[in-house]
């Protein structure tokens, strides 16, 4: 039995969003959407997306000594040159992360980072897996 990886999951729900697609589409064809981190040597000057999870899946909820469903909090970081574009970005992921069932949490960021240029929104989405979803 393979086990799926809920990274995966958001990056791919993301892309399925054709503005998200097209904002962070390279003309290599690479998407700018990067798990944990961003790579110096990467394209720092258009917006991109970075997915990091901030603690492994916890338990939700179980019975008879068995897990019966997953929660996952994840921090999904949008930058860019331009403020508009990161507010953009992040309206549409929460759609998309609604989509999975994960609401917004408090706490994040949303600053301008001069040394750097560019705007950074960065949110806390919280979702727990349906009922014996629990192979991650």
């Given at each position: 039995?393979?086990?799926?990886?809920?990274?995966?999951?958001?990056?791919n729900q993301l892309l399925s969003n054709d503005e998200i697609n097209?904002?962070?589409?390279?003309?290599?064809?690479?998407?700018?959407?990067?798990?944990?981190?961003?790579?110096?040597?990467?394209?720092?000057?258009?917006?991109?997306?970075?997915?990091?999870?901030?603690?492994?899946?916890?338990?939700?909820?179980?019975?008879?000594?068995?897990?019966?469903?997953?929660?996952?909090?994840?921090?999904?970081?949008?930058?860019?040159?331009?403020?508009?574009?990161v507010k953009q970005l992040q309206y549409l992921i929460k759609q998309?992360?609604?989509?999975?069932?994960?609401?917004?949490?408090?706490?994040?960021?949303?600053?301008?980072?001069?040394?750097?240029?560019?705007?950074?929104?960065?949110?806390?989405?919280?979702?727990?897996?349906?009922?014996?979803?629990?192979?991650?």
């Amino acid at each position: 039995m393979n086990n799926k990886d809920m990274l995966s999951i958001i990056y791919n729900q993301l892309l399925s969003n054709d503005e998200i697609n097209k904002m962070t589409l390279e003309t290599s064809g690479q998407h700018r959407i990067k798990y944990y981190d961003y790579p110096d040597t990467a394209n720092q000057n258009q917006a991109f997306i970075v997915i990091e999870p901030l603690e492994p899946p916890q338990s939700a909820k179980s019975g008879s000594d068995q897990e019966l469903s997953l929660k996952f909090t994840i921090q999904i970081n949008c930058e860019s040159k331009v403020r508009s574009e990161v507010k953009q970005l992040q309206y549409l992921i929460k759609q998309e992360m609604k989509k999975l069932n994960y609401g917004q949490m408090t706490g994040g960021l949303d600053e301008y980072f001069p040394d750097t240029g560019r705007f950074v929104d960065a949110r806390r989405y919280r979702g727990t897996t349906s009922l014996y979803d629990v192979n991650y």
